[in-house]
């Protein structure tokens, strides 16, 4: 499975951003899909997630300000950004796993078995 972010930039703080995942290879449909970040000299941290069959889940951080999507047709996974702030800043990176988990082991990093290239989002002015 070979995974294809994109949509990163610059942006003031209380704009908004789209970001994309898309997948060959594999269907997000039978294996889920979270979006994860790393900024500068942190950890990464879990964002959002799409199960294989649809459920959906937040950080804290970032609930009711983003929002993750999936287009089956297209195999591709969606991250909007509304709203974003400074600390949003960092590459985003969108992952899934070899096999479906569990709902509640998505927000694990670790069992991710394949991995976007990371797309960089900067929120400025």
């Known amino acids: 499975v070979q995974l294809q972010a994109s949509g990163g930039g610059l942006v003031q703080p209380g704009g908004s951003l789209r970001l994309s995942c898309a997948a060959s290879?594999?269907?997000?449909?039978?294996?889920?899909c979270g979006w994860f970040r790393q900024a500068p000299g942190k950890e990464r941290e879990f964002v959002a997630r799409?199960?294989?069959?649809?459920?959906?889940a937040y950080a804290d951080s970032v609930k009711g300000r983003f929002t993750i999507s999936r287009d089956r047709a297209q195999n591709t996974v969606y991250l909007q950004m509304n709203s974003l702030k400074p600390d949003d800043t960092a590459v985003y990176y969108c992952?899934?796993?070899?096999?479906?988990?569990?709902?509640?082991?998505?927000?694990?990093?670790?069992?991710?078995?394949?991995w976007g290239q990371g797309t960089l989002v900067t929120v400025s002015s």
């Open positions: 799409i199960t294989w069959s649809g459920s959906i």
């Open positions: 290879g594999g269907t997000f449909s039978n294996l889920g």
């Open positions: 992952g899934a796993p070899r096999r479906a988990l569990n709902s509640g082991s998505y927000s694990r990093s670790e069992l991710y078995d394949y």
